[in-house]
């Protein structure tokens, strides 16, 4: 009972204020539709610029084709010689196709075009996706004029999407951003906790109340369990409602992960409540290390990416195990038997936490 007490003040202080009220329950949602378009790696309208020097109707279907694609905006199409370099640096123009005869040592003029693409590499993902596509129109155009004359390719590869056939990144993204403010809510929550009852002067009241450290513990970091969870539906359904991203796991499996990776990640925030002086203090601390479980969690980059020295790092990061989880549930409907191992991994950084996080907080108690 002495502890619903707790947990009921706790909850009070966290929602009392309109402010934070909608930071908790509302900001969830903004965040989720921003984050869910702006972090995106699909390619859309490409702006392109297209120089025709050939003189066959081959080039002019190929660019009929490229013209025709929702991927590319055609900005430029001339039938002289361009600076190329210019129009790339001045920023008109990501991409550059340049169309030339090919001639055979004859000089004679081939059936196909030779055919140039020049990028702008500064944003390596959108050139590298471009040029697949560019690759893939002028291929599809070939294999077309092929059957056109009857003829057709020995062998050809037919690749089957799974799990995503329309690779929309907003499905990869989708289930990690769900995790990622899961992280946010929760660890600003607590660990501005114990720094909040030093400054408001009410430490010494709850430390001689009847509350066991452990009561006081649970109950510090119980309350930030209950919203993370609150805001992790708020978050499922906007991802399922609103992007469209289909969901084929277990509820069930999704919330035991769930809250295992609570327990590791508000041990953690209560050891920086417990070193803050400040409040101040303790959101500059949540705040850069949220930003390393971030960058080291495979959230915008495979794990794989990242160097050897750092990968203990991302090995010890809760948040890389959850976003992995997640994404098995959300979009491949995986049963605990496909990711065990990371769960256990989870469950082990998770009383690692825990019992460290218990052991300085009766340190910091009993001072």
Do not use: C
Not at 140 to 165: C, E, H, S, T, W
């Amino acid at each position: 009972m002495r502890l619903f007490y707790l947990i009921k003040k706790e909850l009070i202080e966290a929602v009392r204020q309109k402010e934070q009220l909608f930071l908790i329950f509302a900001s969830p949602i903004i965040q989720i539709v921003i984050l869910g378009y702006v972090i995106s790696t699909d390619v859309h309208h490409v702006p392109v610029g297209i120089v025709n020097l050939s003189k066959g109707q081959a080039a002019v279907r190929i660019i009929e084709r490229v013209r025709q694609s929702p991927l590319f905006a055609v900005r430029l199409e001339s039938r002289r010689s361009e600076d190329y370099l210019y129009l790339l640096k001045k920023g008109e123009v990501k991409a550059m196709l340049v169309f030339r005869d090919a001639l055979d040592r004859k000089r004679t003029p081939l059936n196909y075009p030779e055919v140039q693409v020049l990028m702008d590499g500064i944003d390596s993902n959108t050139s590298m996706i471009a040029a697949g596509y560019f690759n893939g129109i002028i291929k599809n155009y070939i294999l077309d004029d092929m059957q056109r004359l009857g003829q057709g390719l020995p062998i050809a590869a037919k690749p089957v999407f799974r799990f995503n056939p329309q690779l929309r990144s907003i499905n990869y993204m989708g289930p990690g951003i769900v995790a990622f403010l899961l992280t946010i809510i929760t660890m600003f929550l607590t660990s501005a906790s114990m720094v909040r009852e030093k400054e408001q002067q009410t430490l010494d009241t709850l430390l001689i109340s009847p509350l066991s450290t452990l009561e006081i513990y649970v109950g510090k970091a119980l309350p930030s369990v209950l919203i993370g969870l609150v805001d992790m539906v708020i978050g499922l359904l906007v991802v399922v409602l609103w992007f469209g991203i289909p969901f084929r796991g277990s509820l069930l499996y999704l919330f035991l992960a769930a809250l295992v990776y609570l327990a590791a990640i508000l041990s953690y925030a209560m050891l920086i409540s417990v070193f803050s002086s400040t409040t101040q203090q303790a959101m500059f601390f949540a705040w850069f290390s949220l930003m390393i479980f971030l960058l080291m969690s495979g959230f915008f980059t495979p794990v794989d990416n990242i160097p050897p020295l750092l990968r203990l790092l991302a090995d010890i990061n809760p948040l890389r195990y959850l976003i992995k989880i997640i994404r098995e549930i959300f979009l491949k409907g995986n049963g605990i038997a496909y990711f065990w191992k990371d769960l256990l991994a989870l469950g082990g950084i998770a009383v690692t936490l825990v019992t460290i996080s218990l052991l300085n907080f009766k340190r910091f108690i009993s001072k």
